[in-house]
């Protein structure tokens, strides 16, 4: 394990400082603990500035501000212009820091969406995230339909967000660095059974996209689930920087990382280049390689026809097992992210 400068202590020229907040796992059932919610969010924020004077990015977890009820309640929802998003908005720029935020969004057309926010040290929302794969089917979440946005970050690095299941699928990371992101940021509320999971889906998405990645979920108890904290932060070769592994709460896990090293490698590498070998199969026996698509699953997925030789043999789909009403609705595709405040 690399030390990542001491935390981010050594910040050097080119180092992108992160902290990832294993916040404790709140109880959140009315406005009024919604709004407490908030401030002590805010205010976490400020520690985070304070704990490192050099930190660019601070990351709090998914459910860091509904907590893990699954309250689809509209009175605990949030939306861009509402007071909860205000609140962080003025509380990166009045720390100058760039910061990533949670939210569960009013949907007047559905159930609520996972949301996942970054905001710059301006107070602006830079990046807007739907959650494309709820937790099925233990979570209630409308399914995503905005793709996987990449931001320019702190220090101009090439930033994504995913959320907590998103990061179980191979091709959610590939497609954050499909699309250039040098650190993708996992944010999650994860329990202790899916630790070891957690613990190699973050490595393997990190090396197989020679990408760094900053994973963190929730932590402690509400007194009926226990988080894991298990803050990670991991460079591109898949070794790990930085690992809460004390699972205190209100940690926050600092490492500088390197997007200029990232950037060499994409371009450097040879062997375990995967990222571009993917779209350039066996280049030394063809020229350029082999650019057709041989996979069956991403053929039928794009045509709409994506089924398993199981199938008709699958016994969950859909949420009648964790107390949810079998939905209705059809999905609507892929829309436009909604105007972002200036």
């Known amino acids: 394990m690399s030390s990542g400068g001491l935390g981010g202590l050594n910040k050097s020229p080119n180092g992108v400082v992160i902290g990832v907040v294993q916040l404790q796992l709140p109880t959140v059932k009315t406005k009024a603990d919604l709004a407490a919610q908030t401030q002590k969010i805010v205010a976490m924020v400020g520690k985070a500035r304070r704990n490192l004077p050099g930190m660019d990015l601070v990351v709090f977890p998914e459910y860091s501000l509904h907590g893990l009820s699954m309250d689809t309640n509209p009175e605990i929802m949030c939306a861009l212009d509402g007071p909860e998003v205000g609140s962080f908005r003025a509380a990166c720029e009045a720390h100058e820091i760039w910061g990533c935020f949670s939210i569960m969004e009013y949907n007047p057309a559905g159930n609520p969406y996972n949301t996942g926010l970054v905001i710059d040290a301006k107070g602006k929302i830079a990046l807007y995230y739907r ?5 099925i089917p233990v979570e209630p979440w409308e399914p995503g339909n905005v793709g996987v946005p990449v931001c320019v970050g702190p220090g101009g690095c090439k930033l994504a967000l995913i959320i907590c299941h998103d990061g179980m699928f191979p091709e959610m990371a590939r497609e954050c660095a499909y699309k250039g992101a040098e650190i993708m940021l996992r944010t999650a ?5 899916i630790r070891d999971s957690w613990r190699f889906t973050n490595r393997s998405n990190s090396f197989q996209n020679l990408m760094v990645t900053a994973n963190v979920c929730m ?9 894991m904290g298990e803050g990670m932060i991991v460079n591109f070769d898949g070794c790990v ?13 600092t490492a500088e990382v390197r997007p200029d090293l990232v950037r060499e490698a994409r371009i450097c590498w040879g062997v375990e280049n995967n990222i571009y070998q993917l779209g ?8 350029g390689g082999a650019k057709d698509c041989p996979y069956t699953y991403m053929k039928d997925l794009v045509a709409g026809r994506y089924a398993l030789p199981w199938e008709a043999d699958v ?3 859909d949420g009648t097992a964790c107390g949810f009403d079998p939905p209705e609705r059809e999905y609507v595709g892929e829309e436009a992210p909604p105007a972002m405040q200036k």
């Not at 932590?219 to 988080?227: P, V, W």
């Not at 920087?241 to 896990?253: K, S």
């Open 219 to 227: 932590c402690g108890s509400d007194g009926d689930f226990d988080s």
């Open 131 to 135: 959650k494309l794969h709820p937790w």
């Open 280 to 287: 350039h199969r066996g280049y030394v026996a063809v020229r």
């Open 315 to 317: 016994r969950h789909t």
């Open 189 to 193: 509320g994860y329990t202790a059974p």
């Open 241 to 253: 920087i930085a690992h809460g592994l004390t699972g205190r709460a209100d940690e926050i896990v």
